[in-house]
């Protein structure tokens, strides 16, 4: 059987300082319901600068520069540890703030976001260096008056981009009167376009396939485009696809919440299998309404801001190449809608699923990439080891099944499980951040078999009260191409004619 392949991953992050401030949904709200709190006049003193955040370690894990194994050497909390980390990665890169909001202007095609003339003239030298692939568009850019705009902010029909704490330019409303296009609204849609074209270009920088080789793109981050009368009918995919100069793509949108990504790769591997596609680009844009959301507990404790980043990320799904991570569509799993609510009833479904399937125990994954949240960013909020969490209960799974001994409960967590090392963007960490070191570990590794596994919170969309979840397994290649591993129908037939032709003319000459 033909199996597709994981074949390329791209990563990044982007450090938002001032947008934690403006557009975080905690300072947001903050603002409306206690304008005046003392967490609003301490947040600014505790957010870190570019340099820090390019030396955090769990960043330089995101971007491929540290493997995910090296954060156990360091004790909680990561924050204060030193460390000499770069920009660039080997999945992708740590993008500044500025940069970013000039991507943004080039992925703007409705002339909603406007610059000024100083700030364009600051950043082109920038995107000239780091961003080749866009400074055809950029240098389209024209300079704007936003000083004679500053009365639409005060009027909330325009939403302020600022960069170290100066106005530099401003996201208007798309509509007057449909909230689904306010400046607000807008303002996040065109974040989640701009990182997921820089997510885009990061895997396209390393990968074998060209962008006109890919066929279609799935885009699946948390928030969702459209208007008063199909609010989340838009389509991100093809929005993203134009800008990174797919051209023979063609692309939707997947939404379900944190597990998006999961459900995503699922129906990516399965349209390649079917053949309906050949390269199928998974994407995943950032939130801004995710930046700062533990800052209240972060400023409490006296830790920075850790939620600083926008994640995202970019998975290639294609043919099977004789070399790359198969992806096993006959051995996924799902949380079913009778499957209940508990977490050890969502565990079960999630792990059992696939490996009842092919009669594998627990203990014959090597690796399990679960909800991968930093906890540095989520301890210190109350939320707990949200990696760990999830080990004990498929180390438990391992002991109620009868793989494991209870005395190798921890054992296995150590062998199986992997520290957090995501942003708490939602979806961001949901088993993907693994699947670039997933590439290497199935390939020039020594692991064999890894399982993937995303969770999602229904209730939050008030229409269900229902968790959500799937997941999926990889294995290490066998070195058969798609085309040596499957006979087509046709070509079955005409095997079976000619056999027959020829023991009909045997039969004539007997």
Known sequence: ????????????????????????????????????????????????????????LPNQV???????EELNNYELPWHDKEFKGQRKGKFGEITPQDEFIAVMKICDSFELVELTEEFINEVKPKIEENYPELIDAFNKIKPYDVEADKHLLDEEKAEGLFNDGKLVGIVKAAHDVDVNLNAHTMFENLVVKASGVLATIALLRN???????????????????????????????????????????????????????IHSLIEAAALVKAGVYKNVLVVAGGSTAKLGMNAKDHVKKGHPVLEDVLGTFAVLVSENDGVSPIFRTDLTGKHNVGT???????????????????????????????????????????????????????????????????????SLIDEKGLPGWAPTQGHIPSGVPYVGYMIDDLTTGDKNRVMFVGKGSLFLGRMTNLF?????????????????????KEEIKKIIGESLRELASNMLQE
Do not use: W
């Open 1 to 56: 059987m033909s199996f597709p392949v994981i074949k390329n991953a791209g990563y990044v992050l982007v450090h938002t300082p001032d947008m934690i401030i403006q557009n975080g949904s905690t300072t947001s709200t903050e603002r409306v319901v206690n304008p005046d709190s003392e967490f609003l006049k301490e947040v600014g003193k505790h957010i870190r600068t570019y340099e820090e955040v390019v030396n955090y």
């Open 62 to 68: 995101y971007i491929g520069n540290l493997r995910p």
């Open 340 to 410: 209940g609510s508990s977490p050890q009833a969502v565990m079960t479904s999630l792990i059992t699923t696939g490996l009842d399937r092919a009669n594998l125990k627990i203990t014959d994954v090597d690796t399990y990439s679960v909800e991968m949240q930093n906890p540095d960013i989520t301890v210190p909020a109350g939320a707990g080891n949200v990696p760990e969490a999830n080990y004990k209960m498929i180390a438990a799974l391992a002991v109620k099944r009868g793989d494991i001994e209870r005395a190798q409960l921890k």
């Open 468 to 488: 959500d979840g799937v997941s999926f397994i990889c294995e290490r290649n066998t070195g058969e191409e798609s085309d040596d591993q499957s006979i087509s």
């Open 207 to 261: 990968s074998s396939v060209g962008k006109d080789e890919i066929d279609y793109v799935v885009e699946c981050s948390e928030e969702a485009c459209g208007d008063i009368n199909q609010r989340g009918g838009g389509n991100f995919a093809k929005a993203i696809a134009e800008v990174a100069q797919l051209t023979n793509a063609s692309g939707s949108d997947t939404r379900g919440f944190c597990a998006a990504p």
